[in-house]
């Protein structure tokens, strides 16, 4: 059986060389035991690239449904993004970058496992409400682990969507919430649980939900509403932006949202202050860590619906509020790559910017989105959007800098989110235990642009439904799938919704994107003999156990 991890050589054309650089107080970064820095440094150092001394701070920055399209760097002329379009220019621009999965639980759980989420059961991994257990097994190797085994402090600011509690007793929002990101690897988490359109719409802080009244506790169900709730079908008229169904349960600040939640009125987010408060928080933790080696997930709120900019973001683009989120989130990179240069910390920090999957629209709430949208193509002309297994489905910007290490330029090898796994192992001399991230590559020589570095040359990418896609060098394959109507996009979504009709793949799909970068014309009846060897190939990929 052929290798179905074997990698290529990467096309790396690098361009010039430019070497370069509140709130609730989140506690400080803890110390690890002396004994797991000793045995860290002990390891062995199986395929390093990096020299120990080298050990830079990591901050991962993912938005959340950013398409392939929507940043000035890949192409975006209706949206500004000054900020991201700089660190591009700093840095290395992938043109070849995966999220593995079209939404977000399954993207995200394989960016931090570096496993694809389909060899879980969908329970784990379909789009989970915010009530649905922790899906990633505590203690496991995850990509905060990882950096917290090698001494690091490690922090999450922003989405979590991976699920809380242990699913044998309901999640006490008003108690501990755990288990959770501390329990996989981060020693500070401030987050919010779902997605900003999922109750609970509130912060947890480490195992506590942020500034809650005792006298008001608070109650979750994704099932019934509670007595004397505001709900959206009921009170539209108290709403700042119309919902479909879906989205019309209960009423957290004028906007309806999934799911009914009771209390904590306290303790309820406000949207319109969401960037500035994830970005006290981040800035915090770079503070507090700036003597110390740092890991920090920035899972960034932008442009997930509902849409709802800071005050000072409206108008920045002609295309409502989507285009103003993206311009926002600009902003808040902005800010945070000003925060390392406040701290002489640029040079000594590998950024990464990506997102979890591609872009869409519509997305329940009426915002103007596609009325606004002119001619500005949020997946960059590529075929479908988030939920899809087409190319705008996980195609996504990715852009590395590291100055003095990472040579600007751009890149077209391949590369995947679950990569980072492989990659921080190499970057901070770590065996990668035989159990751990079966589908991540280490990228680290990719993106140092070392000339023996190989890309990937094969990916197998998810979307809702069952989809499922092998990218292999040019080559796409799609079998059928199973599904006759729409399904995994959540609870109470209608698998009618025109939205989710593409998800739906029933015949096998074959396509060359080098060809046919849109993926228009299917050659499966042309290419029988490739259809097949595919075939094998992604039935070998699904049975692998381990590396
Ligand atoms: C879906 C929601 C959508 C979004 C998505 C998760 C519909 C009709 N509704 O169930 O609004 O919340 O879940 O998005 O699709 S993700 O980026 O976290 O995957
Ligand atoms: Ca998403």
Same mark, same amino acid.
């Given at each position: 059986?052929?290798?179905?991890?074997?990698?290529?050589?990467?096309?790396?054309?690098?361009?010039?060389?430019?070497?370069?650089?509140?709130?609730?107080?989140?506690?400080l970064?803890?110390?690890?035991?002396?004994?797991v820095?000793?045995?860290?440094?002990?390891?062995?150092?199986?395929?390093?690239?990096?020299?120990?001394?080298?050990?830079?701070?990591?901050?991962?920055?993912?938005?959340?449904?950013?398409?392939?399209?929507?940043?000035?760097?890949?192409?975006?002329?209706?949206?500004?993004?000054?900020?991201?379009?700089?660190?591009?220019?700093?840095?290395?621009?992938f043109?070849?970058?995966?999220?593995?999965?079209s939404?977000?639980?399954?993207?995200?759980?394989?960016?931090?496992?570096g496993?694809?989420?389909?060899?879980?059961?969908?329970?784990?991994?379909?789009?989970?409400?915010?009530?649905a257990?922790?899906?990633?097994?505590?203690?496991?190797?995850?990509?905060?682990?990882?950096?917290?085994?090698?001494?690091?402090?490690?922090?999450?600011?922003?989405?979590?969507?991976?699920?809380?509690?242990?699913?044998?007793?309901?999640?006490?929002?008003?108690?501990?919430?755990?288990?959770?990101?501390?329990?996989?690897?981060?020693?500070?988490?401030?987050?919010?649980?779902?997605?900003?359109?999922?109750?609970?719409?509130?912060?947890?802080?480490?195992?506590?939900?942020?500034?809650?009244?005792?006298?008001?506790?608070?109650?979750?169900?994704?099932?019934?509403?509670?007595?004397?709730g505001?709900?959206?079908?009921?009170?539209?008229?108290?709403?700042k932006?119309?919902?479909?169904?879906?989205?019309?349960?209960?009423?957290?600040?004028?906007?309806?949202?999934?799911?009914?939640?009771?209390?904590?009125?306290?303790?309820?987010?406000?949207?319109?202050?969401?960037?500035?408060?994830?970005?006290?928080?981040?800035?915090?933790?770079?503070?507090?860590?700036?003597?110390?080696?740092?890991f920090?997930?920035?899972?960034?709120?932008?442009?997930?619906?509902?849409?709802?900019?800071?005050?000072?973001?409206? +108008?920045?683009?002609?295309?409502?509020?989507?285009?103003?989120?993206?311009?926002?989130?600009?902003?808040?990179?902005g800010?945070?790559?000003?925060?390392?240069?406040?701290?002489?910390?640029?040079?000594?920090?590998?950024?990464?910017?990506?997102?979890?999957? +591609?872009?869409?629209?519509?997305?329940g709430?009426?915002d103007?989105?596609?009325?606004?949208?002119?001619?500005?193509?949020?997946?960059?002309?590529?075929?479908?959007?988030?939920?899809?297994?087409?190319?705008?489905?996980?195609?996504?910007?990715f852009?590395?800098?590291?100055p003095?290490?990472?040579?600007?330029?751009?890149?077209?090898?391949?590369?995947?989110l679950?990569?980072?796994?492989?990659?921080a192992?190499?970057l901070?001399?770590?065996?990668?235990?035989?159990?751990?991230?079966?589908?991540?590559?280490?990228?680290?020589?990719?993106?140092?642009?070392?000339p023996?570095?190989?890309?990937?040359?094969?990916?197998?990418?998810?979307?809702?439904?069952?989809?499922?896609?092998?990218?292999?060098?040019?080559?796409?394959?799609?079998?059928?799938?199973?599904?006759?109507?729409?399904?995994?996009?959540?609870?109470?979504?209608?698998?009618?919704?025109?939205?989710?009709?593409?998800?739906?793949i029933?015949?096998?799909?074959?396509?060359?994107?080098?060809?046919?970068?849109?993926?228009?014309?299917?050659?499966?009846?042309d290419?029988?003999?490739?259809?097949?060897?595919?075939?094998r190939?992604?039935?070998?990929?699904?049975?692998e156990?381990?590396?």
């Open positions: 059986m052929r290798d179905v991890r074997s990698v290529a050589p990467a096309t790396t054309a690098p361009a010039e060389t430019n070497l370069g650089a509140t709130l609730v107080p989140v506690k970064k803890p110390h690890l035991p002396l004994l820095c000793i045995l860290t440094i002990m390891a062995p150092s199986r395929g390093r690239t990096a020299p120990a001394s080298d050990r830079p701070n990591v901050i991962v920055i993912l938005a959340d449904d950013l398409g392939y399209g929507d940043l000035g760097c890949y192409g975006a002329k209706a949206i500004k993004t000054p900020q991201i379009d700089q660190l591009a220019a700093q840095g290395l621009r043109t070849q970058a995966y999220a593995p999965a939404t977000c639980m399954p993207s995200r759980y394989s960016f931090l496992t496993d694809y989420a389909w060899r879980q059961p969908p329970r784990k991994t379909s789009i989970l409400d915010g009530d257990p922790l899906s990633i097994d505590p203690g496991s190797t995850t990509l905060p682990a990882l950096f917290q085994r090698a001494g690091y402090a490690t922090g999450l600011v922003g989405k979590w969507h991976l699920g809380l509690g242990d699913g044998q007793t309901p999640v006490d929002w008003n108690g501990k919430v755990s288990p959770g990101p501390l329990e996989i690897g981060l020693d500070h988490a401030f987050y919010f649980p779902a997605t900003l359109d999922r109750v609970p719409c509130v912060f947890v802080q480490d195992h506590n939900v942020v500034g809650l009244d005792p006298g008001d506790p608070i109650s979750v169900s994704y099932l019934h509403p509670f007595p004397g505001a709900i959206g079908t009921e009170h539209p008229h108290w709403l932006m119309g919902a479909d169904r879906q989205h019309s349960e209960s009423i957290i600040n004028g906007i309806s949202r999934i799911g009914y939640m009771s209390g904590g009125h306290a303790a309820r987010w406000v949207d319109e202050a969401m960037a500035d408060t994830l970005l006290a928080q981040a800035t915090h933790f770079i503070e507090q860590n700036r003597d110390h080696p740092f920090l997930y920035y899972a960034a709120h932008e442009p997930h619906v509902p849409r709802v900019p800071g005050p000072r973001f409206r +108008g920045d683009t002609d295309l409502g509020p989507r285009g103003d989120s993206i311009a926002e989130f600009d902003w808040v990179v800010r945070i790559l000003h925060t390392l240069d406040r701290l002489d910390l640029t040079k000594n920090t590998l950024v990464i910017l990506s997102s979890d999957n +591609g872009p869409i629209l519509f997305d709430y009426y103007g989105a596609q009325e606004k949208n002119g001619s500005h193509e949020p997946a960059g002309g590529l075929r479908g959007w988030k939920y899809l297994i087409y190319e705008g489905g996980m195609r996504v910007p852009i590395a800098r590291w003095g290490h990472i040579r600007p330029g751009e890149s077209s090898g391949m590369i995947c679950t990569d980072l796994l492989a990659t192992a190499d901070t001399g770590q065996p990668l235990p035989p159990d751990a991230g079966i589908d991540s590559i280490d990228a680290l020589p990719l993106l140092l642009s070392q023996s570095a190989k890309a990937r040359t094969n990916l197998v990418e998810q979307g809702i439904s069952g989809a499922i896609a092998l990218r292999e060098g040019d080559w796409k394959y799609v079998p059928a799938n199973v599904a006759t109507q729409a399904s995994g996009m959540g609870s109470g979504a209608n698998p009618n919704d025109a939205r989710f009709r593409d998800s739906i029933p015949k096998t799909l074959l396509f060359n994107l080098v060809d046919d970068p849109t993926e228009s014309h299917n050659v499966a009846a290419h029988p003999d490739k259809v097949a060897e595919l075939a190939e992604l039935a070998a990929i699904q049975k156990t381990r590396r």
